[in-house]
């Protein structure tokens, strides 16, 4: 029960763009009451939880049900592990759901892409002697229906970009809003993203 409410909860609060510090307030409880219950480690009382169904305007039975919980598979390839480190946390807060894994090596990205499904590919454009674009025919030639976003700090790459079947283009650093914008003009729907 508690994972499926917590999943219930931060999927909700996603979709309807309420911040964790706002539903703290119109429920008169601490932010980390909310943080606890989206994370798993309590569950709020009946009172509570009664207060949120009528908030969000769903039967309490939505934030116990059992629905099979998705997990989108995002990666981000980027030759600077600076530029890995930096950018993950705010994959992370733009999709919350999302299993995200970083690689600065074209032969581990193709090694795993062979082995499992990819919902979501920031690609960085010049990655060292290798090209993201070839890197992202390559990519879709063994997962068609992955989305490409790339990531370069070069606007001018664009225009070869969009001869891709990428699904979009954002320069570094990339901000949450410009992730988030990216987000909701995917090419291949994306199941559990938010």
């Not at 009451?33 to 569950?43: H, P, Q, T």
């Not at 979501?120 to 068609?144: H, M, V, W, Y």
Request: net charge negative.
């Amino acid at each position: 029960m508690v994972k499926n409410f917590s999943y219930n909860l931060k999927k909700i609060r996603s979709e309807r763009g309420v911040s964790q510090q706002q539903l703290a307030n119109l429920l008169f409880v601490d932010r980390s009451s909310i943080a606890n219950w989206e994370s798993g480690r309590r569950v709020p009382d009946a009172v509570i939880m009664s207060r949120l169904a009528q908030f969000f305007n769903v039967d309490i039975s939505y934030f116990l049900s059992d629905e099979e919980i998705e997990t989108p598979n995002v990666i981000i390839v980027d030759d600077e592990e600076i530029i890995l480190s930096g950018t993950i946390p705010v994959l992370t807060e733009a999709m919350p759901n999302a299993s995200i894994t970083g690689f600065n090596r074209v032969s581990e990205v193709l090694q795993f892409a062979e082995n499992n499904d990819i919902d979501i590919a920031f690609l960085d454009i010049e990655l060292g002697k290798n090209s993201g674009i070839e890197l992202c025919e390559k990519l879709l030639s063994i997962r068609p229906v992955t989305n490409v976003i790339f990531l370069t700090s070069y606007p001018g790459y664009s225009i070869d970009a969009w001869d891709t079947k990428a699904s979009g283009f954002l320069v570094k650093p990339a901000s949450l809003e410009d992730i988030q914008s990216q987000l909701k003009k995917l090419r291949h729907p994306v199941k559990g993203l938010y």
